[in-house]
């Protein structure tokens, strides 16, 4: 049975309708010598993610759990058990695609709050109800820049998360479109130089990710005025969603579409899936966004509800005129998203945010106290790339000693011995010390 404490102003109001006058008097039928008289012996209070972290010390078969530092698009963030109580209620784990609204309003008003909670977030006028990943989303963005401006040539920044590289070249093969990737540098932030000379020839739109790969910050605005100039769409890409509880929302910085892998909102690692992409824009865009948005009315008798306001695929309407195939959004990791927002709140969102910031930079603090080199210097928020004299075996066979996961190799980018390493709310300074001691053993 689930236990909801009481507040003082109920306890006063249930003793006045009972007719007593303190709780002593409820309890006066129990013997005095049977009643403890001392304070309990009580642990202080703790967070959910103490108390987890608790329970699983004492039950925990291994004597060296896991302590995860990766990231690189997929990260270890804390749950909170709302989540998954919401998400296991049969009207949203068994629903289906809401095609007929007068018995799919529950999902529709999710989704409907869903776009309204990520709107806010990042400021945009459109949210559309979810798509499959934040790769495949960051390609229907480069397909709709290439609809609305009508060009062949796209620009991407090589500090793109390289998974999301592959996919794009995946899908821009068949369409014949040319891509130019403009390179980082040495403080690993955009080159600019590059960036205006690539401009010059014009593009459909430009693909930068912040926080980049590396984990650096870009300056959002100062490129969006160069993208604006050269009449292009700039399309920002967002692995790392928790990081909006710092910084700035991107669509007041002149960002034209946002896509995102909101995994970090309340959705386990899980392998690699199911996860969750994000796909926001401008309303005189609407009309091109693929997959579908929810929207608000009212019923013949003026009652609120919701449905399907646009679905562009092609499923629904002549092939000609659709803006994509895509058929499915993952509603359910939606919710997921949505439940977790809406529990953190805006300022829980802030401190997780600024939790994160600060064992980072806590974590590039011991490195350099301990001898080891960064490899950029640029701002940066929850990754670092870290040089160390050794290869990515011996780095695993160091840290599985302490059960510890962590250090991606950056050889895509030519970069023989840097590895990144992400710092989260569930890395306690425990945990980073040990990983420090663990790269200077040997």
């Known amino acids: 049975m689930k236990f909801i404490p009481h507040t003082k102003k109920e306890i006063e109001e249930m003793m006045k309708d009972l007719g007593i006058s303190s709780l002593d008097k409820l309890f006066e039928d129990i013997p005095d010598e049977i009643k403890i008289k001392d304070e309990l012996n009580l642990p202080k209070p703790s967070s959910e993610l103490g108390i987890k972290s608790e329970i699983e010390n004492i039950f925990s078969f291994n004597n060296l759990p896991k302590r995860i530092f990766l990231g690189g698009g997929a990260y270890n963030h804390f749950i909170p ?64 820049a290439e609809r609305i401006k009508n060009k062949k040539r796209v620009l991407i920044a090589n500090s793109l998360n390289p998974e999301y590289q592959e996919v794009l070249k995946t899908y821009l093969k068949p369409r014949d479109l040319k891509v130019d990737y403009i390179d980082f540098k040495d403080d690993g932030t955009i080159d600019f130089n590059t960036l205006e000379e690539k401009s010059k020839k014009g593009f459909s739109s430009l693909v930068i990710q912040s926080p980049n790969y590396f984990g650096i910050i870009e300056d959002i605005e100062k490129i969006s005025k160069i993208v604006k100039d050269k009449d292009g769409l700039f399309i920002l890409s967002i692995t790392e969603m928790i990081s909006l509880g710092l910084l700035r929302p991107p669509f007041e910085l002149g960002v034209d579409v946002l896509t995102g892998e909101a995994q970090s909102f309340g959705i386990p690692l899980s392998y ?83 939790i994160n910031y600060k064992k980072a930079h806590y974590f590039k603090k011991r490195l350099i106290d301990e ?42 980018f030519g970069m023989e011995n840097s590895y990144l390493f992400t710092i989260t709310e569930m890395n306690s300074r425990d945990d980073i010390e040990l990983l420090i001691c663990a790269l200077k053993e040997g």
């Open 81 to 144: 058990s709302t989540v998954n109580y919401v998400l296991n209620r049969g009207e949203f784990y068994t629903s289906y695609t809401p095609y007929q609204p007068e018995l799919s309003q529950g999902m529709l008003q999710s989704l409907f709050e869903f776009q309204s909670v990520l709107s806010d977030l990042t400021g945009a006028d459109i949210t559309n109800a979810s798509m499959y990943d934040g790769a495949t989303s960051l390609v229907e963005a480069v397909f709709m």
């Open 272 to 354: 690699g899936g199911p996860y969750l992409g994000i796909f926001q824009t401008k309303k005189e865009y609407i009309r091109d966004v693929p997959g579908r948005i929810i929207g608000e009315t009212v019923d013949r008798n003026g009652k609120r509800c919701f449905v399907m306001t646009l679905r562009t695929r092609e499923q629904d309407i002549r092939r000609e005129k659709a803006k994509s195939n895509i058929c499915t959004n993952n509603s359910l990791n939606a919710i997921a998203t949505l439940v977790y927002l809406a529990t953190v709140g805006p300022k829980g969102l802030k401190k997780i945010a600024e």
């Open 371 to 412: 001898g080891f080199k960064t490899t950029f210097n640029a701002p940066f928020f929850n990754e670092i790339v870290v040089n160390l004299p050794f290869d990515q075996n011996v780095l695993n066979e160091k840290l599985s000693l302490v059960g510890i996961e962590g250090g991606i190799s950056l050889k895509y």
